[in-house]
């Protein structure tokens, strides 16, 4: 049998072949792949013509298409569906390819014909769109390592294949530390737990092979059983479990933090930064750590003070049962029962509301009142889980749009989280592609024969993550470094943050909150003090949000880390913000994946707020037109913002789409910390 990666797949929408891949094709695909895209990097480069922007942009964008064919495959399988063997060659590979990517961003021939165009650009009659790709992949080949020479150059690429590694060893940590973990539990342990909660962990143990009921450290089953559990004890000793990810013994991340963080401190001052931070944001929206501060300084204050309030309030409960402080296993227990006094809402109630079959038509109906697109089932798509679903998608004049995958339950081996990605990106270079897109989330998987119930921060992540999955379908871009979600990280998150939006309007509620058993809507006194909780609690989620933000910029702000102790300097840091001690960190270092399991979001942790500050703002021009689904809003937002990527600048295509930038304001009233106490 012949290496199922080596060629374009001949499956329906060109889609991976998953049940023609084996593991062992990764490696020799990668190799090949690697060796094709250099050979093609290195024609560019010793190409003997004068630079033009078709034999060196044009070219380079179309370069390494095996590459990233394989890459996509593999790094698709080894988040949803990691074995030991995909683990090993995720061990072996992610140096190597680091190493790749780094030598051809640092081709100093290569470089020499960007930067030729570069300075001709406004002479070379470009298209917006053209002097874009120009400068981000000029940009691009300056951070990899184009102008350094000699040991610089050499050192350079040392740091990039030892990050990789560091990053793929925290990462495998993490996983290893959610997938031992359980807590087993008998019928005298349930005290509290509703049924939903009850018929997961009964799924999880009969997975096992177990009696009785096990909660795991995903978010799915620990969040709820630290809200509903009776048992002091237990709610400690799972939140501890929770929160002490990658702390200590053979998966102790700590080590991994404090070299990744020397290493970055020193690439950054290789490239002539002062830190990591100041080269990771120069080209983002806010361009400096100093931006990105003040934004969480802004908010912080207000978070604090919305936050002791809520406290006070949840100890006047505790105290009944003869407690003297909140601790923070006990803060999530005692704000559901106070969400019931004041709200009368049991999540025990609201939950058979949130049908994950219904929420899903719900984000498909959205999107076709506000983008005229539809989804139909795709049978014939390769799956790689039984779990996965395929649909297709079209547009209003039927026209395929694109792929589009959703793998929704937790199950051993898959990451925890939710995210989008894809297996292949929009473009229009050389010849149209459409996207393959995918959503990947961990909802707890029901026993057989029962539905799926999500709750309301569920369903939320459920349209978080197709906003994303909407930036990458209606992408209409010429290049692909251009399309999709390829935006700077904190404007990455406005389509799907703003997206969830939609999931709150009365219409949207009203047709698809549906009772699992009766099939009747959601009452509207009920729907009405559910949309009534929406800044419930908020202070304590803005300042455990906030908490990761800063110590993620306190990290990467330092100039030379050194040896730096890792919990000891997350502590100080916390104790200089004043950190409230009923609260932790939303993501603690050891386990902060969206950090130190790769660059992604190192640094720019802070983008989720950022972003939520022009979400917070985008929503409203539906609001001013008296209409959450105006067409000609609608058609500008994809206009300007989905359809876009980045072949603007963010600044620029919100202006367009807004006529002005935003300010905080409508992010504190969003949040209800504009009446902070």
């Known amino acids: 049998m012949g ?51 078709a034999n060196t942009i044009d070219a380079l964008e179309l370069s390494g298409e095996a590459l990233d064919r394989v890459s996509s495959v593999f790094w698709n399988l080894a988040g949803t569906d990691s074995t030991e063997e995909i683990r090993a060659i995720e061990r072996e590979i992610s140096p190597i390819l680091a190493a790749h990517h780094q030598a051809i961003g640092a081709n100093a021939a290569l470089f020499q014909r960007i930067d030729t165009l570069f300075k001709a650009m406004d002479s070379l009659g470009l298209t917006p769109e053209q002097k874009q790709a120009l400068v981000k992949i000029r940009t691009h080949a300056i951070k990899s390592g184009a102008q350094l020479e000699g040991a610089a150059r050499a050192r350079a690429a040392e740091i990039k294949q030892r990050l ?21 539990l008998t019928e005298a342990d349930i005290a509290g737990l509703p049924d939903f909660l009850l018929s997961a962990a009964r799924g999880e143990a009969q997975n096992r092979k177990l009696d009785g009921y096990v909660i795991t450290l995903l978010r799915s089953s620990v969040e709820p059983f630290l809200v509903f559990s009776a048992r002091r004890d237990l709610r400690e000793r799972a939140f501890r479990a929770w929160s002490s990810r990658g702390d200590a013994g053979t998966t102790d991340n700590k080590p991994i933090v404090q070299e990744t963080l020397a290493l970055r401190a020193e690439y950054a001052r290789l490239l002539g930064y002062p830190d990591y931070a100041s080269m990771k944001l120069s080209d983002s929206m806010a361009k400096t750590a100093a931006n990105a501060s003040k934004l969480l300084a802004d908010v912080w204050p207000a978070a604090k003070r919305r936050a002791a309030a809520e406290r ?16 923070p296993w006990d803060w999530r227990y005692y704000a559901e029962k106070l969400r019931q006094q004041k709200y009368a809402l ?17 984000a498909f109906d959205c999107a076709t009142r506000l983008f005229r697109l539809t989804f139909a089932p795709a049978p014939d798509a390769p799956v790689y889980h039984p779990d996965v679903r395929g649909y297709t998608v079209k547009d209003a004049a039927g026209r395929h749009m694109a792929l589009f995958y959703a793998d929704y339950f937790a199950r051993p081996g898959k990451h925890s989280g939710a995210w989008m990605s894809g297996f292949r990106g929009q473009q229009k270079l050389g010849r149209a592609i459409r996207p393959i897109i995918t959503n990947v989330m961990n909802f707890s998987k029901p026993a057989a024969g029962e539905p799926a119930l999500l709750s309301f921060d569920d369903a939320r992540t459920l349209f978080h993550e197709f906003g994303h999955a909407l930036h990458g379908m209606l992408s209409d871009v010429t290049y692909p470094s251009l399309s999709g979600t390829n935006v700077p990280r904190d404007f990455v998150e406005l389509p799907s943050q703003l997206y969830e939006h939609w999931l709150e309007q009365p219409e949207i509620l009203g047709k698809y909150a549906v009772h699992a058993q009766t099939g009747e809507p959601m009452p509207k006194a009920l729907l009405d003090k559910l949309i009534a909780t929406r800044t419930f609690n908020q202070g304590f989620s803005t300042v455990e949000y906030c908490a990761s933000a800063l110590v993620d910029l306190a990290f990467h702000t330092l100039a030379d880390p050194g040896n730096i102790d890792v919990a000891a300097f997350e502590a100080r840091t916390l104790a200089e913000i004043g950190m409230p001690p009923e609260i932790t960190m939303r993501h603690r270092t050891p386990h902060f994946s969206h950090v130190f399991s790769g660059e992604g979001y190192s640094a720019g942790y802070y983008s989720y707020l950022w972003s939520e500050v022009l979400d917070a703002d985008a929503f409203e021009a539906f609001r001013e037109q008296g209409d959450s689904f105006d067409p000609e809003t609608a058609k500008a937002l994809s206009t300007y913002i989905y359809a876009a990527g980045h072949s603007r600048e963010p600044d620029v295509a919100y202006t367009l789409f807004r006529g002005r930038l935003p300010t905080v304001d409508a992010l504190l009233a969003k949040r209800g910390l504009d009446k902070a106490a």
């Open 3 to 53: 290496n199922a990666l080596m060629a374009p797949f001949a499956t329906p929408y060109e889609a991976p072949d998953f049940k023609a891949i084996r593991p062992d094709d990764f490696v020799p695909a990668f190799e090949a792949a690697m060796a094709a895209h250099k050979s093609e990097a290195d024609r560019i480069a010793s190409n003997a013509e004068a630079p033009t922007f």
């Open 164 to 184: 990789a590694a560091l990053g793929t060893s925290f990462s495998q940590n993490v996983l290893k530390d959610e997938t031992d973990w359980t807590m087993a």
């Open 312 to 327: 006070d309030e949840l100890l006047a409960l505790a105290k009944a049962d003869g407690l003297d402080a909140i601790a």
């Open 346 to 362: 049991d999540e025990a109630v609201i939950k058979p509301y949130f049908q994950l079959e219904m929420m899903i038509q719900a």
